[in-house]
Nanobody, 115 residues
Framework: QVQFVESGGGLVQAGGSLNLSCAAS????????MGWYRQAPGNQRELVAG???????NYADSVNGRFTISRDNTKYIVTLQMYSLKPEDTAVYYC?????????WGQGTQVTVSS
């Protein structure tokens, strides 16, 4: 059974920074992509950033240049460094792992950016 431990969410003022961390366990994922989606109230879940096991990164246009994603392949840990946060970044952030077979989701962590 795949399990996730997410941490790092919270409340921050606009312009501030937060780091999210996610550790996945319970399976050997093989070649995979790990990353983060987010969902604000009333909105669809959207991709924030992803990073492949080979190190290829992709970012949503709205966060490119402000967020940095990285991973530790030995431990299936993915981190998201978020800088220059804006109120519109407020959402529940969900960690995910994409394998050849399916996508796994974390439980989500709240990020709130006050103006």
């Amino acid at each position: 059974q795949v399990q996730f431990v997410e941490s790092g969410g919270g409340l921050v003022q606009a312009g501030g920074s937060l780091n999210l961390s996610c550790a996945a366990s319970g399976s050997t994922f093989g070649r995979n992509v790990m990353g983060w989606y987010r969902q604000a109230p009333g909105n669809q879940r959207e991709l924030v950033a992803g990073i492949s096991s080979g190190g290829q990164r992709n970012y949503a246009d709205s966060v490119n240049g402000r967020f940095t994603i990285s991973r530790d392949n030995t431990k299936y840990i993915v981190t998201l460094q978020m800088y220059s946060l804006k109120p519109e970044d407020t959402a529940v952030y969900y960690c995910y792992v994409d394998t050849y077979a399916r996508r796994y989701w974390g439980q989500g962590t709240q990020v709130t950016v006050s103006s």
